[in-house]
């Protein structure tokens, strides 16, 4: 999967110039200059409101004690997705829209928990998996005080045989 991963974020910029580059050919380079900019500036305003609003609730769990109501997840959708409308490209404000649209963030939060919730799981596996292999190579056989001694002497930094 990481290497999935390092592929396409390698080929993000390549998709990305494509794109203006078709966008430009049907509309014009200026016109996707503007579009650009829009975008660019819809993501400030959004990453804007979603860090006054994640503060504000905060402030205000802390005045009254009580959990932060809200998704935490739903505002982390919203910076990530105020920051790809920020990143200057057609395919990244599209993911960035996708993430900031209240009605398309349920179902990203629905695939995104799903797929935590699987990775959880086989860490969970992997964890225990390590654990029982860790108890099986422990020589735990052995009565407490079996164990070979070495003969030493404890020094301290107030012992007068030291100076």
């Known amino acids: 999967m990481p290497l999935l991963t390092v592929i ?12 203006m580059i078709l966008v430009s050919g049907q509309i014009g380079v200026s016109w996707t200059i503007a579009l650009l900019c829009a975008l660019s500036i819809t993501g400030v305003l959004v990453v804007r409101r979603a860090g006054r609003g994640a503060y504000t609730d905060a402030r205000k769990a802390m005045r009254t004690g009580e959990p932060p109501k809200g998704s935490l997840l739903d505002t982390l959708m919203l910076l990530v997705g105020g920051v790809l409308l920020v990143t200057p490209g057609f395919l990244t404000a599209l993911l ?3 993430m900031a649209l209240p009605f398309t963030r349920p179902v990203l939060r629905w695939a995104f928990r799903g797929w935590a919730e699987r990775r959880l799981a086989r860490v969970r596996a992997q964890m225990e998996a390590d654990l029982v292999s860790v108890r099986e190579n422990t020589p735990d056989d052995r009565p407490p005080g079996s164990g070979r001694i070495i003969q030493g002497r404890i020094v301290t930094d ?6």
Not at 8 to 19: R, S, V
Not at 158 to 163: E, L, S, V
């Open 8 to 19: 396409a974020l390698m080929a993000l910029p390549f998709l990305e110039i494509w794109l």
């Open 96 to 98: 960035g829209a996708l």
């Open 158 to 163: 107030d012992d007068p045989g030291r100076r």
